[in-house]
Structures are given as structure tokens and as C-alpha cells.
């Protein structure tokens, strides 16, 4: 019997940040010890879950009630909960299989084959994947390397007759920057402008340590010295539930007219990816549409986990007290990062803003892409990355994405050897 014959939409379905993986299974297969510093999990190092959602989640677990279906939406009380905090109606929320889930529903019920959206490059992988999967065209607008704010003027000029969404992703994945006021109102203006609605990508809205719009360009000429990330934390209101807005005003407080699907998860806030729980907020009576093809889909699955959805809602309604001590670790990570990898020859790197990412340019190159880069680096060092090309494939160079989750002591460490595997590689 021939192969299986495979549809031609899969071709398009990559995902570097796992896919890399493999290669560092193989190395740890020969006996060596693998730094994984590809996948942003908190919990695969020394962060964990607030407590009292741990608790809501094993008592969940232990009562009965919980084993059976949940609602297709979302259990009523997360739904409430969820609604408050986006101060829309209750039947504009869905409670998601995570974020991922939310991204598919959408795009499945937004695009059609040959449609446009509008992401963000560098741009977290799956919104890419899922665009070529319903066999659409996703339009990469530039983002400036030495702040990483998006290019209005590029934004603007991908606007075709198709373009179906303009995707946000606020605190960004993979650069870790927070954009200015002035970008945001520039991104709601072209949304105006294009009648389209935006999707705004949430995941890391509170685990921010510097004001918006303070992001720093690497310095002039690696090697040189440090800017480390600046400004003072947001720190969450214990027993605050409710939106907490990074420094100075976000999206949702400019976008005026304008339709915004908001996509959030328990995965980075709450510290709990394995939770796979997220959901989708439609603000506007423009997506009603959106809406309910993406409620569809939604009993079509069935339902999101029972019990776990007992968990999000202990964290949505919940203290916040856990997030101070998160965001201090993230601080000084992120500061470290930006001060080594700007030290190291050959590289430099913009300063995170949130979350536990950064992505530093190779400046010196003696590889034939960013891809040889990642996987020499590996071989050489034990440390796996992942290659910038697979979060973008119209970046002004090489890049790779680095994540800083490690203590700092083990950060030091990694950061050692790549300065030594670069002197030895480019001088």
C-alpha cells in the first residue's frame, strides 16, 4: 500500500518552540545534559501556582459533581467572573481549552482560504500555524528591532480588501516589550480605518516590571555596555480580581468603537500551563457572528476540564498577593539577561518589559542562519534556544529567542558559556 496521502493544509503547521525540542532529546540520548531554555514554564523551574488555586483545583478534583460535563460556554460562576472582569456580558465570554483553543476558534471562524491577518514579527508561532492551516495569508507587519514597537506605516500598507483581523500581542511573545500609548492608538486608528476587529493576545498582561512604552534598544555596538530593563513594577491590589492595567493606559481603555476579541489564559499569570484553561471575551456587537461560530466549535468539542475550570475561577476572583514575588524574580532576571547577552560579543538585545522572554539579534554571524545558530549553540553548550526564524520569516536578520525563568545563579551559568561559545565562534 502507497503512503497515506496527507493534506496539503498541514504542510503550513509548524511550531519551532517544541519542535526544536527533538534535537535536544537526541543530545540527551548521547549522555549530555540539556539546559532547556526553549519553552516559557515557569513551573519547569522555581515558580508554582498560588496556593488557593491549587486548592480549589484539588478539591474540585476530590468532589464528584465536578467529573461530569461542564457546560459548553464555561460553568456559569467562571463565566460571571470573567464577564466583570471585561465588563461585558456574560454571553460574550467563552471559557477556552487555554488561549490556543481561543486563537483556533477564531481564525476558524474568521478566515477563509486566501483571507489576510495581520500578525505581529516577530509573532508567536501558532498564530501563523493556525493562519496556513485555513489555507489564509498571514501578513507580517515589521516591528522596529531597536524597540520592537510595531511599524504603523508597514501596518497600514498590508491592509487589502481581505484582511479579516489585525492580532495584537500586548505584552509581546517573543520580545517581551510592552508598547507605548502611541503605538496602541496607532493600532486601534488602523483598525478603525480598515473595519476590522483586533485580537488581543493577554496572556502576560500583569507580569510586567517596567512602564509601558519604556522599552530600551540595544546598545551601540555589542559588546557594549548594558541598558538593563527600568522602571518600577505594577504591583497587583491584594483581593483585586479585576482588570490590572500595565503603567499608563492599555488597549482595551483606547479602543473606542473599535471590535476587540480579548484571548487570556491561566498558563503565564496564574502559573499554570498545565492547566490548559483560558478564555475569549468579544467586545463589540460586530463579532456577534465571530462569536457564535466560535461557540460552535465549542460544543462541538464538548467542554472545557471540569475541575480545572474551578481553579481559574479561584484565581480570577481571588488574592493576588503571589504576584509581587513573581514579578521581583522576573525583574531581576530579565535585567541580568539584558546586561550579559548585551556583554557577549556578537550580540544584542533589546530589554524585556514582561513576561521571561528576550530576542537578541546575532549581530556576528558565522552561521547560515539562525536555525544552524540555535542547534550549534546546543551541541556546543548544552543549551537549547529557539532559532528567531521560527517565529518570523521577514526579520532584518538572525535571531534567537532566549527564556529567563532559571535562578539567577543558573542564568549566570548558561550566560557564561554563550559568551564563551561566541568568542570561540565569531571573536
Avoid at 500500500?1 to 526544536?20: C, F, K, L, Q, S
Avoid at 484565581?315 to 524574580?329: N, R, S, W
Amino acid at each position: 500500500m502507497p503512503p497515506v496521502h496527507v493534506a496539503r493544509r498541514i504542510a503550513g503547521v509548524e511550531y519551532a518552540i517544541r519542535d526544536i525540542v527533538a534535537a535536544g532529546k537526541r543530545l540527551e540520548a548521547t549522555g549530555r545534559q540539556v539546559t532547556y531554555l526553549n519553552i516559557g514554564d515557569p513551573n519547569k523551574f522555581d515558580f508554582a501556582p498560588p496556593p488557593h488555586v491549587m486548592e480549589a483545583f484539588a478539591r474540585a478534583a476530590r468532589d464528584t459533581k465536578f467529573t461530569s460535563y461542564a457546560p459548553s460556554e464555561g460553568i456559569p460562576a467562571l463565566r460571571e467572573a470573567i464577564a466583570a472582569r471585561e465588563k461585558v456580558k456574560v454571553d460574550d465570554v467563552l471559557v477556552t481549552a487555554a488561549m490556543s483553543e481561543g486563537i483556533l476558534a477564531c481564525f476558524a471562524s474568521m478566515l477563509d482560504a486566501g483571507d489576510d491577518v495581520l500578525l505581529p514579527s516577530p509573532c508567536y508561532p501558532l498564530y501563523q500555524a493556525l493562519a496556513n492551516l485555513f489555507e489564509a495569508h498571514p501578513a507580517l507587519y515589521r516591528c522596529d528591532p531597536r524597540t520592537w514597537e510595531p511599524d504603523l506605516d508597514h501596518v497600514r500598507s498590508l491592509v487589502t480588501p481581505r484582511t479579516r483581523c489585525l492580532v495584537v500581542i500586548d505584552p509581546n511573545n517573543p520580545t517581551g516589550v510592552v508598547y507605548s500609548e502611541t503605538t496602541l492608538k496607532g493600532l486601534v486608528e488602523i483598525a478603525r480605518w480598515a473595519k476590522i476587529p483586533i485580537f488581543l493576545d493577554q496572556a502576560y498582561d500583569r507580569l510586567t516590571f517596567a512602564p509601558r512604552g519604556a522599552g530600551l534598544p540595544a546598545c551601540a555596538g555589542a559588546g557594549g555596555d548594558a541598558r538593563p530593563a527600568s522602571g518600577a513594577s505594577v504591583p497587583p491590589a491584594p483581593g483585586q480580581a479585576g482588570r490590572l492595567p500595565h503603567q499608563g493606559p492599555d488597549l482595551m481603555a483606547l479602543r473606542g468603537d473599535v471590535p476587540v476579541i480579548v484571548g487570556y489564559s491561566m498558563s503565564k499569570v496564574f502559573i499554570f500551563p498545565g492547566a490548559r484553561c483560558g478564555y475569549l471575551a468579544f467586545h463589540g456587537k460586530e463579532l456577534e457572528g465571530v462569536r457564535d461560530g466560535a461557540a460552535r466549535l465549542g460544543r462541538a468539542r464538548l467542554c472545557s476540564n471540569h475541575p480545572i475550570q474551578q481553579a481559574f475561577l479561584a484565581g480570577l476572583t481571588g488574592p493576588m498577593d503571589f504576584l509581587p514575588g513573581v514579578i521581583a524574580k522576573l525583574r531581576e532576571r530579565a535585567a541580568l539577561t539584558t546586561k550579559r547577552l548585551n556583554a557577549i560579543p556578537g550580540l544584542s538585545c533589546v530589554a524585556p518589559q514582561a513576561a521571561f522572554y528576550a530576542f537578541p539579534k546575532i549581530e556576528k554571524s558565522a552561521w547560515k542562519d539562525d536555525q544552524a545558530f540555535v542547534l550549534d549553540l546546543l551541541e556546543a553548550t548544552g543549551i537549547l534556544t529557539v532559532h528567531g526564524a521560527g517565529f518570523s520569516s521577514a526579520l532584518d536578520g538572525p535571531y534567537f529567542r532566549i527564556v529567563f525563568l532559571l535562578p539567577t545563579a543558573e542564568l549566570e551559568t548558561a550566560y557564561d558559556a554563550m559568551g564563551k561559545f561566541m568568542r570561540e565562534r565569531v571573536g
